[in-house]
């Protein structure tokens, strides 16, 4: 069955340390990949996108997410993060056979430790 | 202008109310969507348009019916909502192609009392 698939329910760093949220598909083939952030009562912002050329893709607000089509995995990393960075944190996929939707995983929350 | 703008940012009302809720977009984008979101949940798909036609129904209940007027516009309407239906109600616009992402709109918070 086709899925995305965020281990990790909730986080917590401290401030300054570095971060890593994983994501996992399944799917027939690689489709298109999304990182989305969501503070508290908004709406959701895209910090980065992926669908083909180089597997590690810079995105706003310092993070990058690397493709690994061996795992399939889309992990987002960040070298230091601020306390403004708590959020949630979705991963997400639009399959190529469904090109105009977007399925989100089930988030991870992130807390900062001062 | 980069921006998907929903109104009311709240709303409240009883199971025997009809309400609207809008969303405004003018980037050119020809697909617009209807999320819904509860609390400490991801987003579920309702709806899709494209070029202002109904492209995606995800099996929503006739109590929740869509409207897109024009390229620019996408109305939700509401009529006998359950409590249950107290949600986060979130617009999304995109190319006609999902490659470059969703703009999502700060959503309609919605409590059926």
């Known amino acids: 069955a086709q899925s995305v698939t965020q281990p990790d329910i909730h986080i917590t760093v401290s401030e300054g340390a570095s971060l890593e949220l994983r994501c996992n598909y399944s799917y027939g083939a690689t489709p298109y990949l999304f990182w989305y952030v969501q503070s508290p009562g908004q709406g959701l912002q895209l910090l980065l996108k992926y669908f083909s050329g180089d597997t590690l893709v810079q995105g706003i607000k310092g993070f990058e997410a690397e493709f690994k089509r061996s795992q399939s995995s889309f992990n987002l990393r960040k070298p230091s993060v601020h306390w403004s960075d708590a959020a949630e944190y979705f991963c997400?996929?639009?399959?190529?056979?469904?090109?105009?939707?977007?399925?989100f995983g089930s988030g991870t929350r992130l807390s900062i430790r001062p | 202008d980069t921006e998907v703008t929903q109104t009311p940012k709240h709303l409240v009302m009883g199971m025997t109310n009809k309400k609207s809720l809008k969303c405004e977009q003018h980037m050119g984008h020809r697909a617009m969507y209807w999320y819904k979101q509860k609390a400490k949940k991801p987003p579920e798909l309702m709806f899709v348009y494209s070029y202002e036609k109904l492209s995606i129904n995800e099996s929503v209940p006739s109590r929740f019916s869509p409207e897109c007027p024009n390229s620019s516009l996408l109305n939700l309407h509401l009529h006998a909502l359950q409590p249950e239906d107290s949600a986060l109600y979130l617009c999304?616009?995109?190319?006609?192609?999902?490659?470059?992402?969703?703009?999502f709109g700060s959503g309609t918070r919605l409590t059926v009392v």
């Open positions: 997400a996929v639009a399959p190529y056979s469904s090109a105009s939707k977007i399925i």
């Open positions: 999304a616009s995109s190319q006609e192609r999902v490659q470059a992402g969703y703009t």
